[in-house]
Nanobody, 123 residues
């Protein structure tokens, strides 16, 4: 059974930065793509960033140039560095492990999820 645990969320002022971490356990981490999603109140869960097993990355247009996803296979951990945060980035952020080695933009491409971590950006 795969377990994912996010950390690093919190309250930050607009323009600030946060770094989210997601520690994974349970199966060979390096073989699978990872993704970050977010969900704001009253909205659907949306793709934020994805990273393939080989390190290829992709981002939602809304965060491109501000967020960076990375992974450390030796530590079974994926990160999301968030800079120039905006109030509209406020959401619960979820880490997810993909079904295979490539990331996808839809939640259906992921079969394991963390419990989420709250990010709140004040104006």
């Amino acid at each position: 059974q795969v377990q994912l645990v996010e950390s690093g969320g919190g309250l930050v002022q607009a323009g600030g930065s946060l770094r989210l971490s997601c520690a994974a356990s349970g199966r060979s981490f390096s073989r699978y793509a990872m993704g970050w999603f977010r969900q704001a109140p009253g909205k659907e869960r949306e793709f934020v960033a994805g990273i393939s097993w080989s390190g290829g990355t992709a981002y939602a247009d809304s965060v491109k140039g501000r967020f960076a996803i990375s992974r450390d296979n030796a530590k079974n951990t994926v990160y999301l560095q968030m800079n120039s945060l905006k109030p509209e980035d406020t959401a619960v952020y979820y880490c997810a492990q993909a079904v295979g080695s490539s990331w996808g933009r839809s939640p259906v491409n992921y079969n394991y999820w963390g419990p989420g971590t709250q990010v709140t950006v004040s104006s």
